[in-house]
């Protein structure tokens, strides 16, 4: 899972897609999840980092998780496995 | 180290699109109680879905409206229009605060009677009057408004019988300067089938014309349509003063007031554009006044509004089954609460809120029903936070027709509960259950038996 690339993301949370010209907003954890992604993070990776650092049970967090990048893959922010 | 407070994770595309030049507040504010009684502690005693009526809300409402006509017009009756909330307890607190009854169907005249109107305030309006509805309402002295030719034909032949005077008024239809021009119910103004009808009534020793009628509408925002019709049905009486030298005792102006939901496809919302009670007593009693009715013999004015009475009072409680992604992207959400329940959504933009709201992020969000049927949806367009399964959420404005065009339909209908004055929940009606609904079944003996 990956970012595509020239996405810019900035301290508060606005992300954009020079690809499309759209621009987004996120929240902090939002704004955490991409951040991690573009780190080159897996899944798993993703959710033991936040679990560190919030209160949140692994069961509810990997719903959330997958609804999040479900939501990028629709704004075509990620790149494709074949890519 | 102490852990964070989680949000779920929200990405939102920015459009810029044309800003919102009226400035509304786009912020959601969450309805944890009403009345100080808590949302989560009724849905936890009464179940989800469930109706909750104000009675607080009701009778302030009242007030208002009739302080509206009073102070401009003394003599003003009003009667409650069954149709609109026929619950038992809903109609008695009308009665209690002096509103007659207006009733349209045997059984809802059935019900005024039951729930103790004396017939005599019994205002029955509607095309449907049987043989017997009409009977029983000229032994009771009830005011019967004549909706068309048949029915008036029918009461000339039933008045001798019951060896009473029939106390009847036409219903009248008019062109009020607004659009759709309503022409199906009684007897056209202009085209002079109102005064046709009369010259019937007047000269026949069984009936008396006591007053008229109108219903120009519903959801009339233009408060100056009342005017008009006011001064036709004047008209009307100063030209029965004139020809029969009979004074009317009331003109009924019908319903139709709007209430402050909100039309679908309405620029601004209803909360901004609904008139006030005073807009409409204005033009009401304003034309009333300035008619050429002789001034010891002014009439009383009725008013049968519902929707515009009720409407805020009622709420719909409901719980969140699931979240879904539409195929664009959007949040699809969906809820306990069914057109079945809510029969106005297919024409409101209902105002719908969480009962509490953990994080503001807000989401395009579509809201469907429970129903198996696609057509089942409460708001197809809405900023809205994102709630999880279990999470409730509080539909206001929804106490006009709800309790009475609600449908049976896949599910039973749920409860519904009364906060009183001093904040105390009563059930006025129970929910549907297995042996209410098939109560009236009956089963032919040869489909008794089945073997699968």
Redesign the interface.
Known sequence: MKLKKNIAVSENGF?FDPNSG?????????Q???KLISEGKSEAEIIEN?ME????ESNA?QR??D??I???Q??NLLQKEED | MEKLKFERPVINRINAGVPDKFGMSTAIQPISHIDDVAVEDLLSEYGSPLYVISEKSIRNTFREALSAFKTRYPKVQFAWSYKTNYLNAVCNIYHQEGSWAEVVSGFEFEKALANGVPGSKIIFNGPDKSKEDLERAIEHGSLIHIDHFDELYEIMSLAPKTGKKAKVAIRVNMDTGIYPHWDRFGFNYENGEAWTAINKIMPDPNMELIGLHTHIGTYIMTPNAYAIATSKLAALTVRIQLKYNHHLKYLDLGGGFASKNTLKGAYLPGSDTCPTFDDYAEAITGALSNSDIQYDHMPTLFLETGRALIDDAGYLLGSVLANKRLLDGRRSLIIDIGVNNLFTSFWYEHHIVPSKIKQRDTEDTTIYGPLCMNIDIIRAAIQFPVLEKGDHVVIKRIGAYNMTQWMQFITYRPKVVLIDLEGKAHVIRENENHESMNALDKMPNHLKEIQL
């Open positions: 992300l759209e621009s987004y907003s996120l929240n902090k954890t939002g955490l999840i991409v936040i650092k919030y209160d949140v967090l959330y998780l609804d999040f479900m939501m990028l629709q704004m």
